[in-house]
């Protein structure tokens, strides 16, 4: 733990583990008689289950990365940082408007259908957000970035809603990536305008906290006329996932160049402890799909702790080796994420099934498991002919 890239190598190792179990909780969703502790808890209960806390864990990562991606920019005073936080945020809540559309896609009106749309739509982001070379020429990329644009300018124009109130693509709802790109732009921002002060960043992850709090319970009136005006975190959750992360790195990174990383153990225990306890008292039901404080307050406990977990296996016993396999899910985790999108409409397309065996219980489970990795293992793949993507 001699410097801040091994602490890189542990938010890769996170970020690697949390994108395959999505991938895997993603697909296990729709299969009978597995494990229901693997799965949401249906929108109308209340309880956590395995699948209720990856998406936090993703957004607390989203946190952990953004001091390290900022720190030598803005050491150099490259003024472009805001431009770059929103036109990434603005991509990523453009193809979330995309992707949130396909469970209205009308096959019956449209000339398309429903897989080959969805395919077609996701390969449009392939070409439009692919990480070319250096050494690539400036027209190869332009053609091949135009392609991707005309190809998202026809899906768009062949779009048919089943909405009897909306004929044409319309917001439903954020969707992932929409909702992680609404959080990096406010979180990104904050975060870059307080020169990564530390007790901006905590104060600002409690703000986010108690305005959660007050969205579902109005126990602080004080916030109430602020909600108005600051329609753009939603309910606060989701920030407050990111700025617990962002939180938690600046910490990291203060104490290791005071060389007290010791106190980081002390510190970040005793705040998860008091998130994960703070989470019942105001509780009111632990719910993903509402948002509820509860929720918010223990998934974020949860992932300090396993954040915790992965400081020690990768900065101080160097046991990186041990998460090789899924490597390209941690380094190429957008990519990942569009490949196993891409695989279900390509599926549907080919009019190939599962044997029955793998629809269901202990068979249904290994698939899953199965594909979790092969998606990770595609991306690899992908990566080694240098396709991958970057916004």
Not at 23 to 51: I, Q, R, S
Request: proline fraction near 3%.
């Amino acid at each position: 733990m001699n410097n801040v890239f091994t602490r890189i190598r542990s938010i890769d190792v996170f970020r690697a583990v949390t994108v395959l179990l999505m991938v895997f909780v993603n697909d296990l969703e729709g299969v009978p008689n597995t494990p229901a502790w693997l799965k949401h808890v249906p929108d109308e209960g209340f309880g956590l289950g395995l699948a209720d806390t990856i998406f936090p864990a993703f957004l607390f990562i989203v946190g952990l990365s953004i001091p390290y991606a900022f720190q030598n920019r803005m050491k150099v005073g490259d003024r472009k940082i805001p431009w770059r936080i929103v036109t990434r945020s603005f991509a990523l809540i453009v193809i979330g408007f995309f992707l949130s559309n396909v469970d209205n896609y009308d096959a019956a009106k449209a000339t398309l259908s429903e897989p080959l749309w969805e395919a077609l739509t996701t390969l449009s982001f392939f070409f439009i957000f692919l990480d070319f070379r250096k050494q690539t020429s400036p027209i190869k990329r332009y053609i091949l970035q135009g392609f991707g644009v005309a190809l998202l300018i026809a899906m768009s124009i062949l779009y048919k809603s089943k909405d009897t109130a909306h004929n044409w693509l319309h917001f439903t709802w954020w969707e992932i990536l929409g909702l992680i790109g609404w959080s990096y732009l406010v979180c990104g921002l904050i975060y870059y305008y307080s020169a990564g002060k530390l007790w901006i960043q905590a104060a600002f992850c409690m703000f986010f906290i108690l305005f959660n709090i007050d969205t579902h319970y109005g126990f602080f009136d004080i916030l109430s006329p602020v909600q108005e005006y600051v329609w753009i975190a939603g309910n606060g959750a989701m920030q407050a996932f990111t700025m617990a992360g962002i939180f938690v790195s600046v910490l990291y990174i203060q104490l290791n160049s005071e060389r007290k990383i010791k106190f980081l153990w002390i510190s970040l225990l005793v705040v998860a402890a008091v998130l994960f306890n703070f989470g019942f008292i105001v509780n009111g039901g632990i719910s993903k799909s509402r948002d509820t404080p509860g929720w918010v307050l223990i998934c974020t406990a949860i992932s300090i702790v396993v954040y915790l977990l992965f400081v020690y296996l990768i900065d101080i016993k160097n046991k990186y080796k041990w998460f090789k396999i899924i490597e390209p899910a941690g380094k190429n985790a957008f990519t990942c994420y569009l490949v196993s999108s891409l695989f279900y409409p390509v599926f549907q397309l080919t009019n190939l099934e599962y044997p029955q065996y793998f629809n269901s219980g202990a068979g249904g489970l290994i698939k899953c498991f199965v594909f979790a990795f092969a998606m990770v293992w595609l991306t690899g793949l992908l990566a080694k002919i240098n396709v991958r993507l970057r916004i």
